[in-house]
């Protein structure tokens, strides 16, 4: 399965559900994300290829966890094999993220396996005001955190942080590989 192939369906059928829950037009969602009003048509139409920034603005603009972007309904038993689950990439750097589970509507949070390789630094915007993440290490390390304050995390080594102020990601070894929990206020 190619896992930088991001769900377009569920991402498009989210995207219009989201913006006609918040009553907003294409135009107005496109100027509050800081996208071409164009890739945003092509995103609901099931089209494109929405890097994980991308999505983060969306998701912000419509003040909803990126996870609402990106998940589909769930049975009530889920099992995700490794290798299986699609990942999103970053744009900026090696970052591949993938959503194993989302938080019901009560309890808003997210959990993500992270796969990160050296090189480029992947910058992510604030997300919605009160979330915080949580990362723990599982393979190689990495450096994470307020981008003004990051840490450098070893295998099993456990950080949470706001994720409400610019925070940034960078592995330090080949094959880093973390899990990422993202907690949002209701």
């Known amino acids: 399965m190619d896992r930088t192939a991001p769900p ?5 059928a989210a995207l219009r559900r989201e913006r006609e829950r918040a009553g907003i037009s294409l135009t107005e969602l496109a100027r509050r994300a800081g996208i071409a009003k164009s890739t945003l048509s092509q995103l ?3 089209a494109g290829n929405p890097s994980v920034e991308t999505l983060w603005s969306l998701g912000v603009a ?4 990126f996870s609402r972007l990106v998940e589909p309904p769930t049975p009530a038993v889920r099992v995700i094999r490794a290798g299986e689950a699609p990942g999103i990439r970053s744009e900026q750097a090696d970052f591949t993220g993938i959503l194993l589970s989302v938080g ?11 796969e990160l390789d050296p090189g480029a630094l992947r910058k992510a915007e604030a997300h919605i ?4 993440e949580h990362m723990i290490v599982a393979r190689g390390r990495v450096r994470t955190g307020p981008a003004a304050e990051p840490v450098e995390l070893r295998p099993g080594d ?8 610019e925070h ?5 070894e080949p094959d880093t590989l973390v899990v990422l929990v993202m907690e949002h206020p209701d």
């Open 8 to 12: 377009l369906a569920t991402i498009a």
């Open 158 to 165: 456990y950080a949470a942080f706001p994720g409400d102020v």
């Open 44 to 46: 609901e139409a099931g």
């Open 129 to 132: 005001p009160g979330s915080v």
């Open 62 to 65: 419509l003040g909803v966890p």
């Open 104 to 114: 019901s509507r009560h309890a808003r949070r997210d959990i993500y396996l992270v």
């Open 168 to 172: 940034v990601y960078e592995a330090l």
